[in-house]
């Protein structure tokens, strides 16, 4: 088996599903950070990238966490917006994101301002491209992605949307991240089918459909598991390090 990059989600993968909301499991982190710094320091073992919706600043902070630095190994950042470098914190941006593109966001953004109000969502700051809505208390995400793309269908030339677990999110046509992770492949030259990938929703599906090996942790949802190469009998971050485990061949247990 050719295993030459692992990419993975972090929202209900390498964190608890629930956005801002449920703390980052810092012990546990810990321990994906010390199977990391294993990794990097033995070239026997594959790099590890995240390919996540979160923004810029926010997967700088994740990738610090675990210490995920390869040299030429970038992540993909706000669903395929652009990739990620942590060593020198430079960005590539997806070539699907044009003026026109540009200028359909604006005004889709203008749109969606008047539902965030109405609706009392949660937009999460810091995105370049993409806007991603979260639902108050009282209302479920599944009800929120199909109000939001019966609001925005006139959109439908312009605009993708997806769902996680806590975020609906309006990415610009052809900006997903499958096309995120494609990017990644034409950047490193590592060919999709080399590459592990690991997500947890529907929003993970573009990504998993394209890599060779498609899995996930135990709490991946249905369309995750319906298409996933193996699923973890651990949910979150012991999940995401038994996958390691399985595919490089590397024994590390949790204490």
């Known amino acids: 088996m050719s295993v030459r990059l692992i990419v993975c989600d972090w929202e209900g993968c390498i964190s608890e599903p629930g956005g801002g909301e449920v703390p980052w499991p810092t012990r546990d982190i810990a321990k994906l950070s010390e199977l990391i710094n294993l990794m990097r320091s033995d070239e026997r073992y594959p790099p590890f990238a995240l390919c996540s919706g979160r923004q810029f600043p926010y997967g700088e902070a994740a990738l ?4 995920a630095f390869w040299d030429g190994i970038p992540s993909v950042l706000e669903n395929g917006v652009g990739l990620y470098y942590p060593r020198t914190k430079a960005i ?5 994101i044009t003026t026109s593109t540009k200028i359909a966001m604006a005004e889709i953004s203008s749109k969606v301002a008047a539902e965030i109000e109405h609706l009392g969502l949660n937009e999460e700051a810091g995105k370049e491209y993409c806007i991603s809505l979260n639902p108050p208390g009282n209302m479920t995400i599944e009800w929120l992605y199909e109000h939001i793309a019966e609001q925005l269908k006139d959109y439908g030339d312009f605009i993708e949307i997806t769902h996680s677990k806590s975020a609906v999110d309006i990415t ?4 997903n991240k499958g096309s995120g992770v494609q990017f990644l492949s034409e950047t490193t030259g590592v ?4 590459m592990v990938g690991i ?13 060779g090996h498609p899995t996930g942790p135990e709490n991946a949802d249905a369309s995750v598991r319906q298409i996933a ?3 973890s009998p651990f949910r979150t971050t012991r999940g995401i390090v038994d996958i390691i485990c399985h595919y490089t061949g590397i024994e590390f247990g949790f204490v």
């Open 172 to 175: 610009p046509k052809g900006v």
């Open 199 to 211: 997500g947890d929703t529907k929003g993970d599906l573009p990504m998993l459909k394209l890599v």
């Open 191 to 194: 060919p999709l089918e080399d």
């Open 229 to 231: 190469e193996y699923i």
């Open 64 to 67: 610090q966490a675990i210490n």
């Open 92 to 96: 590539r941006w997806n070539p699907a």
